[in-house]
């Protein structure tokens, strides 16, 4: 062992009569003399000369198993990147000591992950166990880049990895001290965990700590890698579990306020997906007394469309709560909706109609909402995004909710209910969002101000399309809500006039839904009639002797249960009676 010079010597020597006399600023010195000792010559060592290095032997399986595979690399085509003649090749060169030929099979790798235009063969996919886990840094950056360009292009299958064993050299990797392989093994991981049976591999084989660790990389390319496969973990509910447990939640809402935005948009869609499950809540909003919130809210005003779009969402998912709720609007959250609903964004608007349909289902919030006038931005938007079926349900659902007696005026105002009506033709009959709007116009036809904007609005092409939905057999929700429609706007005269021209049609759906099983599509066929017998001419035409005939089927019916039903009541208070005597 080396001695000190007595220039250390007395560095030393200085040092410890410091400690002794305990000075305030001891620390600087004590960080000052580390600084000048390690400057010391002494204490440099020579690096080796290159003849002292360790140069493993060549052996001779490997010199013939390099030209074979030099020989097939000049002989092979473009188009012919893979060739199971130099597979034996590669695993000879893979499995070597010699740090050269293993870069040589890398290097091979890197090159068919860039032209490859097929999958890649199982059996391609066993050297790369070696290559992961040599000793040489420039053959692990290699190999693990040509392995997430492979996983990336979908040349390999992502479960086929895991199966043969590749997991864990990769998640070995994320313990590296380089970026670049760190950076290479996180996009591995991230590129795994779209799989849904690799996730759970992931969380068991003991991957989630370190990708917790590298997320607070201060490398920027690692760590938006590092949240990005943290967020295809919490894509299942028991990773997200594990997650939480690990302490992943603390680590994604710091990253909430990262300058990358990218981080934020994979941190903020982590606990997008977390929140899904009510069950992790509580534990959300306590962290940091409730910064969550704040943090979400400050989000929703970012100029990145995707990290505003997705700070609405996890809003959304949390707000199921009735005292989040409350929170969230006590927070002037709705000024903030309101202002996105005016974005140029269609992404934007779904994003804030999505928190808005939840916090409408809680009558407490409707005075707040009608008060901040987002009806009237409504009514504008579903005008702008008549064939949205996205847009359309929502705000079909926001006014379904908001609609009440005391708020009839402003639903009138904000001419809502006429856009809705005019939207229908312009929605396809499969499409989902149709069943909520009409459900909505249904609701809102109960209501006398607003039906009667509806009708004034009213033209022959809305009728014939209510009618058509009204003989959708296939779908019988959507049938009853149309024909609900035309129930309650037939009650006004100028209606009636635009259903004349389908007589015919009115009455074959009249007659569908007496015979129907359920009693409600009964019940609406009865109403129907009774509703437009007020115009003559329905009047004539339901007294034609077929719907007479099922009509009077439909009382006998009636007339049955309504005997049975005495009779099931009158032996229930006979019983009753019979107990208290």
């Known amino acids: 062992m080396e001695t000190f010079c007595a220039s250390c010597r007395q560095h030393l020597k200085n040092f410890v009569e410091l400690i002794q006399r ?71 060169l893979a499995a070597s000591e010699n740090p050269r030929l293993q870069q040589s099979a890398a290097l091979y790798y890197l090159h068919i992950s860039e032209q490859l235009k097929n999958e890649l063969p199982e059996e391609y996919l066993e050297p790369y166990c070696a290559l992961l886990r040599s000793n040489d840094l420039e053959v692990q950056r290699k190999s693990s880049l040509s392995l997430v360009n492979l996983l990336v292009e979908g040349n390999v299958n992502k479960e086929t990895v895991v199966q043969i064993g590749l997991l864990e050299p990769i998640l070995e990797l994320l313990g590296s001290g380089d970026a670049t392989v760190q950076c290479n093994s996180c996009a591995c991981v991230a590129t795994l965990a779209t799989s849904v049976l690799n996730r759970e591999a992931i969380a068991c084989q003991g991957g989630i700590k370190p990708l917790l660790g590298l997320a607070k990389s201060y490398d920027p390319r690692v760590q938006q890698n590092a949240v990005g496969a943290i967020l295809n973990l919490t894509r299942s509910e028991k990773t997200q579990l594990l ?9 994604l809402i710091l990253h909430l306020q990262s300058p990358d935005s990218e981080v934020q948009y994979y941190s903020c869609s982590a606990l997008t997906n977390i929140a899904s499950n009510p069950h992790h809540h509580q534990t959300m909003l306590q962290i940091g007394d409730g910064i969550l919130l704040k943090m979400l809210l400050s989000l929703m005003s970012s100029s990145v469309v995707k990290v505003c779009c997705q700070a609405c969402y996890c809003l959304r998912n949390l707000s199921l709560n009735e005292d989040t709720q409350a929170d969230i609007v006590a927070m002037n959250c709705l000024p903030q909706l309101h202002e996105l609903l005016k974005f140029s964004s269609k992404n934007v608007h779904e994003a804030a109609l999505s928190i808005l349909s939840t916090l409408s289902e809680n009558h407490s919030n409707t005075d707040a909402i009608v008060s901040e006038n987002i009806l009237k931005t409504l009514g504008k938007l579903l005008l702008i995004h008549k064939m949205s079926p996205g847009i359309s349900n929502y705000a079909a659902t926001i006014i379904h909710k908001l609609a009440t007696s005391e708020t009839q005026q402003a639903i009138v105002d904000s001419c809502c209910a006429v856009v809705l009506l005019q939207a229908l033709s312009h929605l396809r009959v499969h ?97 129907t009639v009774r509703n437009l017998r007020k115009d003559s001419h329905f009047a004539a035409v339901f007294s034609e002797r077929q719907l007479m005939v099922q009509l009077s089927r439909v009382c006998q019916q009636t007339a049955e249960i309504q005997e049975l039903l005495q009779t099931v009541l009158s032996y229930i208070k006979e019983e009753d009676q019979k107990q208290d005597d």
């Open 243 to 251: 997650l939480c447990k690990e302490g992943a939640l603390p680590v």
């Open 431 to 527: 499409d989902e969002s149709l069943l909520y709007v009409t459900a909505c116009i249904a609701e809102l036809a109960k209501h006398e101000t607003i039906r009667t904007q509806m009708i004034h609005e009213s033209d022959v092409n809305i009728a014939a399309y209510l009618l058509m939905l009204s003989n959708q057999s296939e779908n019988t929700d959507l049938s009853f809500q149309a024909a609900c429609i035309i129930s309650q706007l037939g009650l006004d005269g100028m209606f009636s006039l635009l259903l004349r021209p389908h007589t015919r049609e009115i009455v074959g759906y009249v007659l569908h839904f007496l015979k129907h099983q359920e009693i409600r599509f009964q019940h609406l066929g009865l109403l």
């Open 22 to 92: 305990a000075s305030e600023n001891i620390l600087q010195i004590i960080k000052d003399f580390f600084e000048s000792i390690q400057s010391c010559s002494c204490l440099k060592r020579k690096k080796p000369e290159p003849n002292r290095l360790y140069k493993p032997v060549l052996q001779q399986h490997e010199k013939e198993a390099a030209q074979e595979f030099l020989q097939h690399i000049e002989e092979a085509s473009e188009s012919n990147v893979i060739d199971t003649e130099c597979l034996e090749a590669l695993q000879t």
